[in-house]
């Protein structure tokens, strides 16, 4: 048996050590789950959002956005100073705003109207943006349409925006850029 002079633990030592290595492997284990979620939330953000950090510099240059694992360009913008997700749509004729965050905006209606999208026909407003800004690239007075029924947060980036600017589409990215003097 084991006496107290002995040199070997006592049974409410060993104990002691067990509760403590067990303590330090949970833990292991739980921040090794931690950060692997957090790794994994940032790589499915960067899948659906790549152009989530665009700088926003303020001499109008060159944009050039990636496709997101969808096929879509998606981006970060501001709409009235505010930061929203951007899907580019050309084939909208306006901005389309999720009813939820215009009210948020405090964006007013200038009238209803009827929208024809890929999912049929919706009742809308028409509205007037102060300012829609994507990078450095940036626009006043732009034409939208406050729509229920889309993804809230998601604002549908449409021609009255990007139709101000240049569009070029090579492979996997969208370049927008000022449009130049002369050039046809």
Same mark, same amino acid.
């Given at each position: 048996? @084991?006496?107290?002079?002995?040199?070997?633990?006592?049974?409410?030592?060993?104990?002691?050590? *067990?509760?403590?290595?067990?303590?330090?492997?949970?833990?292991?284990?739980?921040?090794?789950?931690?950060?692997?979620?957090?790794?994994?939330?940032?790589?499915?953000?960067?899948? /659906?959002?790549?152009?989530?950090?665009?700088? %926003? $510099?303020?001499?109008?240059?060159?944009?050039?956005? @990636? #496709?997101? @694992?969808?096929?879509?360009?998606? /981006?970060?913008? =501001?709409?009235?100073?505010?930061?929203?997700?951007?899907?580019?749509?050309?084939?909208?004729?306006?901005? /389309?705003?999720? @009813?939820?965050?215009?009210? =948020? !905006?405090?964006?007013?209606?200038?009238?209803?109207?009827?929208?024809?999208?890929?999912? &049929?026909?919706?009742?809308?407003?028409?509205?007037?943006?102060?300012?829609?800004?994507? &990078?450095?690239?940036?626009?006043?007075?732009? *034409?939208?349409?406050?729509?229920?029924?889309?993804?809230?947060?998601?604002?549908? !980036?449409?021609? $009255?925006?990007?139709?101000?600017? %240049?569009?070029?589409?090579?492979?996997?990215?969208?370049?927008? #850029?000022?449009?130049?003097?002369?050039?046809?």
């Amino acid at each position: 048996m @084991a006496g107290k002079n002995d040199g070997r633990p006592g049974i409410h030592e060993r104990g002691g050590t *067990r509760r403590t290595g067990l303590g330090m492997m949970l833990l292991f284990w739980a921040l090794l789950i931690g950060l692997g979620s957090w790794w994994f939330q940032g790589f499915l953000e960067e899948r /659906a959002n790549p152009n989530a950090d665009l700088a %926003e $510099s303020l001499d109008g240059g060159p944009l050039t956005l @990636a #496709r997101n @694992a969808n096929g879509h360009f998606v /981006a970060t913008g =501001r709409l009235n100073g505010e930061p929203v997700t951007m899907l580019l749509d050309t084939g909208a004729t306006q901005v /389309a705003v999720p @009813a939820a965050l215009a009210e =948020r !905006l405090g964006l007013s209606s200038h009238g209803e109207a009827s929208f024809s999208t890929a999912n &049929g026909r919706v009742l809308g407003h028409l509205t007037t943006l102060d300012e829609v800004r994507l &990078g450095g690239l940036v626009a006043r007075d732009v *034409r939208g349409a406050i729509v229920s029924g889309l993804e809230d947060g998601v604002v549908l !980036l449409g021609m $009255s925006f990007l139709g101000r600017f %240049e569009l070029q589409m090579r492979g996997d990215t969208l370049t927008l #850029r000022l449009p130049q003097e002369g050039r046809e």
